[in-house]
């Protein structure tokens, strides 16, 4: 079975600091990974999706994120955080048992800006 | 185009009453999804459905009820309402691409 580990439930950055929010999946097949982000009181957002392509995504607002298989991660970064950044990050990975496209959610991450 | 809509925004309900979370889209999709979100907890899946007349259950389905009888709607139903289901409930949408498209969700209170 699919399952998807945020490591950090809160991440603190300063602004026009590096953001890395750390994501590791398991899964038995290979996998098809999403980053999503949800700003205060709103639905999820795709920031971007790994579909087996190329390892190096990226995504939208200037986030990317690294696919290794090695490491079972998808790590997302942005080199410069902005204030507007802050939110909730969400790592999923997809079910592809069945073909249901089932996504199966880490439990988040809160992205944190100081100014 | 609308996407994907869900009403009510805000509800707050008694304990043993029931009502029906609304999701509607206009995209044409076949596959849509309830999920609920509760703190620390990342998203769950309630339901499923992969078209008109098919629904499935998903991670956490008691408590809950769904049916699909057209590809617009996607109704939610509680029937009789616990604390437990005080959430933020989310309906998504997803064709081919494996990627879903979430709606702005409903924040239920049940006291």
């Known amino acids: 079975a699919q399952s998807v580990t945020q490591l950090g439930s809160h991440v603190s950055v300063s602004e026009g600091a590096l953001v890395l929010l750390r994501c590791n999946y398991s899964?038995?097949?290979?996998?098809?990974l999403f980053w999503y982000v949800q700003y205060p009181n709103q639905g999820l957002q795709l920031l971007l999706k790994y579909t087996s392509a190329a390892t190096l995504v990226k995504g939208i607002n200037g986030f990317e994120a690294e696919f290794k298989k090695s490491e079972t991660s998808i790590h997302l970064t942005k080199p410069s955080a902005h204030m507007s950044d802050a939110a909730e990050y969400f790592c999923?990975?997809?079910?592809?048992?069945?073909?249901?496209?089932?996504?199966?959610f880490g439990q988040g991450t809160t992205l944190q800006v100081k100014p | 185009n609308a996407g994907v809509t869900q009403t009510p925004k805000f509800h707050i309900l008694k304990i043993g009453q029931s009502m029906t979370l609304q999701c509607t889209q206009d995209m044409n999709h076949n596959y849509m999804y309830w999920y609920r979100q509760d703190p620390g907890m990342g998203l769950k899946l309630i339901y499923y459905s992969v078209g008109a007349g098919i629904t499935d259950k998903g991670e956490v389905p008691n408590g809950y009820n769904v049916s699909r009888s057209t590809t617009e709607d996607f109704p939610l139903r509680l029937e009789l309402a616990a604390p437990s289901q005080t959430s933020v409930y989310f309906c998504?949408?997803?064709?081919?691409?494996?990627?879903?498209?979430f709606g702005p969700g409903t924040r239920l209170t049940v006291l």
């Open positions: 998504a949408t997803r064709q081919g691409t494996d990627t879903q498209y």
């Open positions: 899964s038995s097949v290979p996998p098809y």
């Open positions: 999923a990975v997809s079910d592809r048992s069945g073909n249901t496209g089932k996504l199966i």
